[in-house]
Nanobody, 126 residues
Framework: QVQLVESGGGSVEAGGSLRLSCVAS????????MGWFRQAPGKEREGVAV????????YYADSVKGRFTIPQESVKNTVYLQMNSLRPEDTAIYYC???????????????????WGEGTQVTVSS
C-alpha cells in the first residue's frame, strides 16, 4: 500500500515562504506524475503544481506561477513544493498526490491521481 506523508505546512505572514515535502513509502510504477493540490474551505480541490513523468513536464496553476516551484531535487520518492511570496488566498489544505498516468499535460484533474496524502495546512495571514 502506497502511503504519502506531507510535511512543512504552517502559519506565515503574507510575503513569507514555506517548503512542503512529500515522501512516498514506495513508488507504484516507473512512470508517474507527482504533484500538489489544495483545497480551501468552501472551494473545490485544485491542482497547484504537477511534475510529469521523469520531470519532462511541469504544470503550475496561473494563480501560483512565478511564486511556487517544484524543485529539481523532487525525484524518486520525494516531491517538494517551494512556495514564495505567499498570499492570504493561498490558505488551504495542501495535498500530495501520485498518478500512474504516463502523461499529465495541462490542467490536472484530481481523478487522474490514484494516491493521496492526508494533507498539510497552510495558513497565510495578512
Amino acid at each position: 500500500q502506497v502511503q504519502l506523508v506531507e510535511s512543512g505546512g504552517g502559519s506565515v505572514e503574507a510575503g513569507g515562504s514555506l517548503r512542503l515535502s512529500c515522501v512516498a513509502s514506495e513508488l507504484p510504477g516507473r512512470s508517474l506524475c507527482m504533484g500538489w493540490f489544495r483545497q480551501a474551505p468552501g472551494k473545490e480541490r485544485e491542482g497547484v503544481a504537477v511534475l510529469g513523468p521523469g520531470g519532462r513536464s511541469t504544470y503550475y496553476a496561473d494563480s501560483v506561477k512565478g511564486r511556487f516551484t517544484i524543485p529539481q531535487e523532487s525525484v524518486k520518492n520525494t516531491v517538494y513544493l517551494q512556495m514564495n511570496s505567499l498570499r492570504p488566498e493561498d490558505t488551504a489544505i495542501y495535498y500530495c498526490a501520485i498518478s500512474t498516468r504516463t502523461s499529465c499535460i495541462g490542467r490536472p484533474d484530481s481523478k487522474w491521481f490514484n494516491y493521496w496524502g492526508e494533507g498539510t495546512q497552510v495558513t497565510v495571514s495578512s
